[in-house]
């Protein structure tokens, strides 16, 4: 930490004399992102004195290094050499133009959940940890909030919910996150700090909302928010064995009525293998989740209790507990951090209930031929999407609006030993999972015949096309491109998800 200014001016006049004479340990080609690694030496003193009191270096020797750079999945992960953990929006300003001048790599990081293999590029980069620029505060208004770039979904849906407020109209339906983004502070690679509004910047507000990682690292945003619609939420958990899948299927398909289910109401299942149930065969997890009472949500959760699963659980319980209630939790296994995480979205319009057993027949088959890979789940969203339809198409950057169900293929190997699965980290089993996922893929996009594959930005795996991840429009990518190059033109943001120019 830098708690005085003196030690700032003693350095920079010490930069400013040195600069022609010692070139910098970090110098190297702008197209090559494998960068020496940083010496902790230069890095204190050279970025360091530029920090705010509050903010920290870490290095592969700290302490708290590991924590900083654990991710959700180890698969082609970054690798990182420097942690810098900024105090104010004005440290990353600080760092990206640090990193920038001196071509280093560097990476916003918040909670490590993003896991597309192109995060892999990242080599002897500076990971820019931004958690501490975590504050939450509902405006005066009361319909909106100022959320700080380092803040946890938990954290926000907590402090809306103890004032009696929500971040959507019905909380986690209705619209997408990106819809009721007001304004947003962002930093671009050159250091320069803008708003982004549709005011101010609407060009990158446009792009910011669908394809934000490639322009810039958003420090703080202003969130719509709207009062809180009911006190408790409902929610029912089945678990079915295979023989019910079809008539699951056809139920779930009459439930979202092609696009339309009540906006109350969402739904998710999965495939997954659970021996306290059986050894011999992968069970279906299949949940309901309604945005009001027991008695209310009975017209949609009765045809799933008179189908006879083998298990189920339903509750009512407030918002801010649900996820938990349900398994999906911060402290849950889906959450947990140290595993390999191979994701293959497809956008879905309804279940083809045909090829959904082909599925669950495939995952059934490569699962019990490696049982290493028995740890993997198929699974499939369905959110309620009037909100989301109702946005024009051309007003933000995301492209898949149109799409009813999100379909994903997960897979899970542990590196460590663990009840669920033991296995130890083996790289010679990368292509036998990546070759089974892209099968698994194939096969649900199959299910809708003359449709092409829509992949869900934020589950992409990374070897998807770029129509495929921000749409088939031209006009579209064109846009996109064109903002790529004014904002970013050497392409500091390609490491996820890059837009090519």
Do not use: C, M
């Given at each position: 930490m830098y708690p005085t200014l003196l030690p700032f001016i003693v350095t920079l006049e010490l930069l400013i004399r040195q600069a022609v004479a010692l070139p910098y340990v970090f110098e190297r080609a702008v197209n090559d992102t494998t960068a020496l690694a940083p010496s902790q030496a230069d890095t204190q003193r050279q970025l360091g004195p530029l920090l705010t009191s509050g903010a920290t270096i870490y290095f592969p020797d700290s302490p708290q290094f590991a924590n900083a750079t654990s991710r959700w999945s180890v698969y082609a992960e970054p690798k990182i050499a420097v942690v810098v953990e900024p105090a104010s929006a004005k440290d990353v300003a600080t760092t990206v133009q640090f990193a920038s001048k001196h071509n280093i790599p560097f990476l916003a990081v918040n909670k490590g959940h993003g896991s597309t293999s192109t995060l892999g590029v990242v080599k002897n980069g500076i990971e820019i940890h931004i958690r501490a620029l975590n504050q939450i505060v509902v405006n005066a208004d009361g319909r909106s909030?100022?959320?700080?770039?380092?803040?946890?979904?938990?954290?926000?849906?907590?402090?809306?919910?103890?004032?009696?407020?929500?971040?959507?109209?019905?909380?986690?339906?209705?619209?997408?996150?990106?819809?009721?983004?007001?304004?947003?502070?962002?930093?671009?690679?050159?250091?320069?700090?803008?708003?982004?509004?549709?005011?101010?910047?609407?060009?990158?507000?446009?792009?910011?909302?669908?394809?934000?990682?490639?322009?810039?690292?958003?420090?703080?945003?202003?969130?719509?928010?709207?009062?809180?619609?009911?006190?408790?939420?409902?929610?029912?958990?089945?678990?079915f064995t295979q023989d019910k899948l079809e008539a699951m299927i056809q139920q779930v398909n009459k439930m979202m009525n092609n696009g339309n289910q009540r906006k109350e109401l969402m739904n998710y299942f999965i495939y997954a293998w659970n021996p306290t149930i059986s050894t011999t065969e992968p069970i279906i997890v299949f949940t309901i989740y309604y945005i009001g009472t027991k008695d209310q949500a009975s017209p949609y959760t009765k045809p799933f209790f008179d189908l006879g699963p083998v298990f189920h659980n339903d509750s009512s319980v407030s918002y801010p507990t649900l996820a938990s209630a349900t398994g999906l939790g911060d402290e849950d296994f889906s959450c947990a951090h140290g595993f390999n995480r191979l994701q293959y979205p497809v956008g879905l319009l309804n279940y083809n209930v045909s090829n959904t057993r082909a599925v669950y027949n495939l995952f059934k088959q490569q699962t019990t031929a490696v049982p290493a890979l028995n740890l993997s789940t198929v699974v499939f969203e369905g959110y309620s999407l009037q909100g989301v339809k109702a946005v024009p198409p051309d007003s933000t950057a995301y492209p898949h609006r149109e799409d009813n169900i999100l379909a994903l293929f997960t897979d899970l190997r542990t590196p460590r030993s663990s009840i669920l699965a033991v296995y130890a980290r083996n790289p010679s089993l990368d292509n036998t999972a990546v070759t089974w996922a892209r099968k698994v893929r194939d096969l649900m996009h199959a299910g809708q015949p003359g449709r092409r594959l829509n992949a869900y930005v934020n589950y992409a795996f990374g070897d998807e096309t770029q129509e495929q991840v921000y749409g088939y429009e031209p006009?579209?990518?064109?846009?996109?491109?064109?903002?790529?190059k004014k904002y970013d033109p050497q392409g500091r943001f390609n490491f996820y998800e890059p837009i090519k120019v």
């Open positions: 909030a100022s959320v700080g770039g380092g803040s946890y979904n938990q954290e926000l849906i907590d402090t809306l919910w103890n004032q009696g407020k929500a971040s959507g109209k019905s909380s986690i339906s209705d619209s997408v996150l990106i819809d009721n983004i007001i304004d947003a502070d962002l930093v671009l690679a050159s250091g320069q700090t803008i708003t982004v509004s549709d005011k101010s910047n609407s060009d990158l507000f446009w792009g910011l909302r669908g394809a934000g990682h490639n322009f810039g690292i958003v420090t703080r945003f202003t969130l719509k928010i709207y009062n809180s619609p009911v006190n408790d939420w409902y929610f029912a958990q089945f678990i006009w579209r990518l064109q846009r996109l491109r064109g903002l790529k």
